[in-house]
C-alpha cells in the first residue's frame, strides 16, 4: 500500500526536472530503508571537471560576445528620446520609418505589433518632443502617445555607475555574510572565507552566463529582448541573491554534515550534501521558473525582459550551486588544506 | 523553535490575518457598510477610517503621468544651497498645484542639494514642463488718478509700472515678526533695487504723508506700491474695462500664464500693501493678518516670479493612463497566475503539507498587500514584479522544510519529532538564504539607479513576511494538522512510510 503510492510519488518528481538538466533526479533513486545518513551513487564531485567545462561552454561565447560586441543598452542606459505610439491605422512598419526618416532627426522604428511602435531618436527638447508628436499625428493618422521617455548623458551615465556599483557592493557584502556564518566550521575563518570565496565564484558564473547571453541575444541576433536597462541590473542583483540562498542550502548542510558524519573524507561529505539538498533546489528555482513564466506569458512587453532575465540566472543559479560551488570548495580545499 | 508554537504567537497570527483581511478589503468593508453596490464606481472611496486612507498608491508607470529629474544650475552666490533647493522645490510645488494634480510629489535630491525631482500624476510632460519652467516677471506698480476706472484693487486709480521689477529682488521668506506672534513677509532687495525702492517709497509716502494707521487722510491709493507677475502695459491700457480689470486683478494663476494662450486672460495680482514709511535699506516686510500658510503663499509667488536657480531636465518620463492601467491588468494577471500555479503545484508535490503551506501562501500575500497599504509603498511596475517574485520565494523555505520533515520521517522518527526537527535544522540555512537577498535588496535601495529601488523595496518587504509566515504560520499549521490529528496515511504526506507511534 504505501509501496504503491511511493511509485507515484517518484514519477511526478521526474517529470519535473526542469530544461531536462543533465543530472538525474536525485530523489529517493532506491527506497530501501538505509542507515542515515545515505550516500547516493551519483558521484559529482568525482566528476566536477566535466561540469566546469559544460559552464565554460557557455560562459566563453558569452564573454567573447561582451568584449568584441559589448551590448544592446536600452534607453535609461543610451540616453535619448523614446516614444511609445499606438497609431489607430495600423499601418506597416515601412510606412512608419519612412514618415519618421521623412523628420529627418534620425530616428528609429521597432513594431510591437497591433499598431504599436516604438521609435527611439538621440535627446529632443520639449518643443521637439512636441512638435514630433504632432508631425507623426500628421504623418500617419490618430496616434496616442503611450509612453515618453527622455534620457540625457548625465543620467544614463549615473545609471550605469549606479549599476556597477551595486553589483560590486552585493557581492562583497555576501562573501563577508558567507565568511561570518561559516567561520564556525572547522579550520575557523579561513574556512569561512573558503564557503564565501567558491559562493563568490558561482554567483560570478551566474552574472557571467546571464550577462553574456544578453550581449549575444541584443548584438548578435539583434533582439529587442536583449536589450540592457535598469530592470536588467534588477535581474542580475536578484539572481545574486538567488545563487546565493542556493549555495548556502548547500554549504549549510556540509556544515551540519561535518559535524555529525566525521568517518566521511571532505570529498564525500560535500558530494553527500549536495545529494541531500539537490531536490530542494531544483524544486525551489522550479517554482520559481514557474512565476517568471506566468510574468513572461502574461506580464507585458516591459516586464518580459525582466523575466527572461531572471529565469535564465535562477536556472543557471541552481546549476552553479550544486555543480560548481560545492565542488569548487573541494578543488579550493585541496589547494589550500586546513589541518 | 518551541516559542513558535505558543497560544500567545498563534493569536497574534490571528489578528494579524483579520487586520490584513480588513486592509486588504477595506473598499468592501466601506461598500458593505454603507450598503453600497459591491461592485462599480461609488463616492467616498478610498475609505477613511478615522484618518487614514487605505488604497494602493500607484506610480506614474501605473497611474500614468509624468516624472521629471531637474538639474539646478546657476546657484546665486552667498546663500546656502539646501535653502536655494527648498525655495525652488516652493515654486514649483506653487505653479504645479495651480495644475490641480493629485499628490503632487516634489523632492529634493542630488548629492549637493542640486536636484529636484517631480512626480505628477495625469499630467503631459508637454504642459508639466511648461509649468515648472515658466518665467514670469514680478513688477512692482505705483497708483495714479483716473476716474474712469471702476474696478480692480484701488477703483478711481490705474497702475502705472515703476521699473522695479524681480530682478531687483534677491528673496522674500515668510516667517514670525519681533513680537513673535504675527506671520510677516520679509523683501530683501538687491543693492540697485534698494535704491529703486528707496525712491518709491519716499514718493508714495510724499503723496499723503502722515501715520497711515491713524490719520485716514494719509492712507491714499498713491501710497500703496502693488506686486503682480506678467503685469504689462498692455494690461494697464485696458484698465477701463471693467470686465478686464477684474480678471486680471484676481490673485495669479501660474498654470494660466505658463500656457501663454492667446486671448485668455489671467489673474496676475500678487498684493496690494499701503508703505508705512520710507525704507532706504533693501529690507521691506509685508504685513497684515498673514496665517503662516498665506504668508508663505505670498513669499513664494514673490519668488515665483523667477525661479532662484535655471533648471535642466535630466530625464523626462510620461506614461498614459491607458497604458498604466492596461500594466496594472497585466501585472494582476501575472500574480494571480504565479501564485495559481505555486499552490497546484504545492499541493501535487507534498500533499497535506503543500496544502497547509499554500494556506501560508494566501496569509504571506494578504499580509504583504496590507502592508503595501499601510505603510504606504508606492507601488510601481518594478515594485509588483518584486513581489509576485516573492511569492516565488516564499515557496523556498517551505520546501526546505518539507524536504528535511520527508528525510526526518524517513529516518524514523514520529511524525511531531520530525516536523520539529524538520523546522529546527532547515532554520540555519533559511536564515541565512534570507538575509542574502534582504543585504542585496538593502544595497538596491540605497545605491540602485531610481527605477530598481521599488523592487527592492517590495521584494525586502515579501522576503522578511515570508520568512515569518513559513516559521510561524507553515509550522504550527503543521504541528497542528499533522502531529495533533490521525494523518498517517504515507500518501497524503508524500513520504515512503511512516512509523507508527
Known amino acids: ?339 | 523553535m518551541q516559542l513558535v508554537l505558543s497560544w500567545p504567537v498563534r493569536l497574534f497570527v490571528v489578528g494579524v490575518l483579520i487586520v490584513s483581511l480588513f486592509v486588504d478589503g477595506a473598499g468592501f468593508v466601506y461598500r458593505i457598510a454603507n450598503k453600497l453596490p459591491l461592485t462599480g464606481n461609488v463616492a467616498g472611496l478610498p475609505p477613511n477610517f478615522g484618518g487614514w486612507q487605505l488604497y494602493f498608491h500607484k506610480g506614474l508607470d501605473l497611474a500614468g503621468g509624468t516624472h521629471i529629474d531637474y538639474q539646478l544650475t546657476n546657484f546665486p552666490a552667498g546663500q546656502s544651497r539646501a535653502d536655494v533647493q527648498k525655495r525652488t522645490i516652493d515654486v514649483i510645488n506653487k505653479r504645479v498645484n495651480s495644475l490641480g494634480v493629485s499628490e503632487p510629489e516634489i523632492r529634493g535630491a542630488g548629492t549637493n542639494n542640486d536636484r529636484i525631482t517631480v512626480d505628477l500624476a495625469g499630467v503631459n510632460a508637454a504642459q508639466a514642463q511648461k509649468t515648472i519652467g515658466a518665467v514670469s516677471k514680478l513688477v512692482y506698480t505705483k497708483w495714479v488718478k483716473d476716474v474712469k476706472v471702476t474696478g480692480g484693487p484701488e477703483p478711481g486709480y490705474k497702475p502705472a509700472l515703476t521699473g522695479l521689477t524681480g530682478d531687483d529682488i534677491s528673496n522674500a521668506t515668510a516667517t514670525i515678526d519681533q513680537t513673535g506672534t504675527s506671520w510677516v513677509v520679509n523683501i530683501t532687495f538687491t543693492s540697485a533695487g534698494a535704491t529703486k525702492f528707496d525712491t518709491l517709497t519716499r514718493d508714495n509716502v510724499a503723496a499723503c504723508p502722515g501715520d497711515s494707521t491713524t490719520v485716514a487722510s494719509a492712507n491714499c491709493a498713491e501710497r500703496h506700491l502693488t506686486i503682480w507677475l506678467d503685469l504689462t502695459q498692455a494690461d494697464i491700457d485696458h484698465w477701463e474695462d471693467s470686465s478686464y480689470v477684474a480678471k486680471v486683478s484676481a490673485t495669479y494663476d501660474p498654470a494660466c500664464l505658463a500656457a501663454q494662450a492667446p486671448g485668455t486672460i489671467c489673474g496676475k495680482f500678487l498684493t496690494d500693501p499701503i508703505t508705512r514709511e520710507e525704507i532706504a535699506g533693501g529690507q521691506a516686510q509685508i504685513s497684515g493678518s498673514f496665517t503662516q500658510q498665506s504668508a508663505t503663499d505670498l513669499a513664494t509667488g514673490i519668488n515665483s516670479g523667477s525661479l532662484p536657480v535655471d533648471l535642466v531636465a535630466l530625464d523626462v518620463t510620461q506614461v498614459s493612463a491607458t497604458l498604466g492601467a492596461e500594466s496594472v491588468k497585466l501585472s494582476i494577471a501575472a500574480g494571480l497566475l504565479g501564485l495559481a500555479i505555486v499552490v497546484v503545484f504545492m499541493i501535487v508535490y507534498y500533499r497535506i503539507p503543500g496544502l497547509l503551506a499554500s494556506l501560508a501562501l494566501l496569509f504571506y500575500a494578504g499580509a504583504v498587500l496590507a502592508v503595501f497599504k499601510l505603510v504606504p509603498v508606492t507601488l510601481t511596475l518594478a515594485g509588483i514584479t518584486g513581489f509576485i517574485l516573492s511569492v516565488g520565494m516564499a515557496v523556498d523555505a517551505n520546501v526546505l522544510i518539507f524536504e528535511r520533515f520527508k528525510e526526518e520521517v524517513r529516518a524514523g522518527r514520529t511524525i511531531a519529532a520530525a516536523v520539529d526537527a524538520a523546522v529546527r535544522r532547515a532554520w540555519p540555512a533559511i536564515r541565512d538564504s534570507n538575509t542574502s537577498t534582504i543585504i542585496t535588496c538593502i544595497i538596491l535601495g540605497f545605491v540602485g539607479p531610481a527605477a530598481v529601488k521599488g523592487f527592492a523595496i517590495t521584494l525586502a518587504i515579501g522576503v522578511f513576511a515570508s520568512l515569518v509566515s513559513s516559521i510561524v504560520v507553515t509550522h504550527n499549521l503543521l504541528a497542528i494538522v499533522l502531529a495533533g490529528s490521525g494523518f498517517r496515511r504515507p500518501g497524503l504526506l508524500g513520504v515512503d512510510r511512516v512509523r507508527a507511534v
Open chain 1, 1 to 339: 500500500m504505501s509501496e504503491l503510492s511511493d511509485i507515484k510519488a517518484e514519477q511526478q518528481s521526474a517529470d519535473i526536472v526542469p530544461d531536462g538538466a543533465s543530472e538525474p533526479e536525485p530523489a529517493q533513486a532506491v527506497a530501501a530503508p538505509a542507515p542515515a545518513p545515505r550516500i547516493r551513487r551519483l558521484n559529482i564531485i568525482g566528476r566536477r571537471n566535466l561540469f566546469f567545462a559544460l559552464s565554460l561552454i557557455i560562459i566563453i561565447p558569452g564573454i567573447v560576445s561582451m568584449a568584441t560586441r559589448h551590448f544592446a543598452l536600452g534607453i535609461d542606459f543610451a540616453g535619448g528620446t523614446e516614444l511609445t505610439v499606438n497609431v489607430a491605422n495600423n499601418p506597416s512598419l515601412a510606412q512608419v520609418q519612412s514618415a519618421v526618416d521623412a523628420e529627418n532627426i534620425n530616428g528609429s522604428v521597432i513594431q510591437t505589433g497591433g499598431g504599436g511602435y516604438i521609435i527611439r531618436y538621440p535627446p529632443l527638447s520639449p518643443a521637439q518632443v512636441t512638435g514630433v508628436q504632432s508631425d507623426l499625428q500628421g504623418r500617419l493618422g490618430p496616434t496616442s502617445v503611450q509612453q515618453i521617455l527622455v534620457v540625457g548623458g548625465t543620467i544614463a551615465g549615473e545609471t550605469i555607475a549606479l549599476s556597477v556599483l551595486a553589483v560590486v557592493l552585493a557581492s562583497v557584502a555576501i562573501l563577508l555574510l558567507l565568511a561570518v556564518r561559516f567561520r564556525n566550521v572547522p579550520g575557523g575563518w579561513r574556512a569561512g572565507f573558503q564557503f564565501g570565496g567558491s559562493a563568490l565564484a558561482a554567483l560570478l558564473h551566474d552574472v557571467f552566463i546571464l550577462t553574456g547571453i544578453f550581449s549575444i541575444l541584443g548584438k548578435v541576433f539583434d533582439l529587442r529582448i536583449g536589450e540592457i536597462d535598469a530592470f536588467f541590473v534588477t535581474a542580475v542583483l536578484t539572481v545574486v541573491g538567488f545563487s546565493v540562498h542556493d549555495t548556502i542550502v548547500v554549504f549549510d548542510r556540509i556544515r551540519e554534515n561535518l559535524r555529525v558524519s566525521q568517518r566521511l573524507s571532505f570529498d564525500q561529505v560535500v558530494n553527500l550534501s549536495i545529494m541531500q539538498t539537490a531536490a530542494r533546489s531544483i524544486i525551489t528555482s522550479f517554482t520559481v521558473v514557474l512565476v517568471l513564466a506566468a510574468i513572461l506569458i502574461a506580464g507585458g512587453t516591459t516586464l518580459q525582459g525582466l523575466a527572461l532575465a531572471l529565469m535564465i540566472g535562477i536556472v543557471s543559479g541552481t546549476y552553479s550551486s550544486i555543480f560548481n560551488a560545492a565542488p569548487l570548495l573541494v578543488v579550493w580545499r585541496r589547494l589550500q588544506p586546513l589541518r
